[in-house]
């Protein structure tokens, strides 16, 4: 393995859900769950609660509500956060998580965690997987007032911590927020082939952008993007 000159490395921006960790609990919450306990509170039919939350998943997906838990408590009637917690030993990694965030630190990568999850759902996911240690700036779309779909968030991102576009590689599973990102400026965007455990994969010709499926595959991705800037020095 080279020695990189670490100034020249890019900043790697991970998204939590998906990316990381297995979107697998929050399909199971969201789409399972959810819908459950809503027909239970309002005494509906499973189907009627579906179709309730459907649409009301088609009016805020891609927006800050959609992200906040304290937003569906109180337009559903269920306490989602609680939801959370209850099943939160389904919180899991995606494969090569920890494998990928090792190496990377290794090689001294400044790794940045940038999510739509909300404050306490964020939380929720660090205390059951140990992401924290491995990231220099953690940061939720909640805080910054923008989800990572607008090209707001990744302006209030750079005023909070500085950074160049152009030097920095994003790792999303959503199209919308590569997008986000892209019309920013963000120029290395990264996807991924299978964000939920419980889904089949993607084929990654379907794709707009370079998909993995393991996470340690990126490491092949950035040896390709950096290898004219780095400084190859002989062990
Ligand atoms: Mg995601």
């Known amino acids: 393995m080279p020695n990189c000159n670490t100034s020249t490395l890019p900043i790697v921006l991970f998204d939590m859900d998906g990316t990381l960790l297995d979107l697998s609990f929050d399909d199971f919450i969201w789409n399972q769950c959810l819908p459950e ?4 509170v309002h005494q509906c039919s ?3 609660s579906h179709e309730t939350l459907s649409e009301f998943y088609q009016q805020h997906k891609h927006t800050l509500s959609w992200y906040s838990s304290d937003y569906w408590t109180a337009k559903v009637g269920v306490d989602v956060l609680k ?3 209850e099943f939160q030993h389904k919180i899991q990694p995606r494969p090569g998580c920890f494998e990928l965030l090792e190496q990377l630190q290794e090689q001294g990568y400044r790794c940045w965690l940038v999510t739509n999850a909300d404050q306490p759902s964020l939380k929720l996911k660090l205390e059951n997987v ?7 700036v953690i940061v939720s779309s909640q805080q910054l007032g923008f ?5 707001g968030f990744w302006q209030a991102l750079q005023q909070l911590h500085g950074f160049n576009p152009t030097q920095v590689i994003l790792v999303d599973d959503t ?3 590569l997008e986000g990102a ?4 963000i120029e290395q965007l990264i996807t991924i082939t299978q964000p939920s455990s419980l889904k089949p994969e993607r084929d990654p010709s379907t794709l707009n952008y370079p998909a993995i499926a393991n996470l340690i595959e990126l490491l092949s991705f950035l040896a390709q993007f950096y290898v ?3 400084d190859v020095k002989t062990a």
């Open 228 to 230: 004219k800037d780095v």
């Open 175 to 177: 199209a919308q927020v």
């Open 37 to 40: 306990r809503h027909a239970k």
């Open 147 to 151: 989800a990572k779909e607008d090209i």
């Open 182 to 185: 892209k019309r920013f400026g």
């Open 46 to 48: 499973l189907q009627q």
């Open 130 to 136: 140990a992401l924290r240690p491995y990231f220099e």
């Open 83 to 85: 939801l959370q917690q």
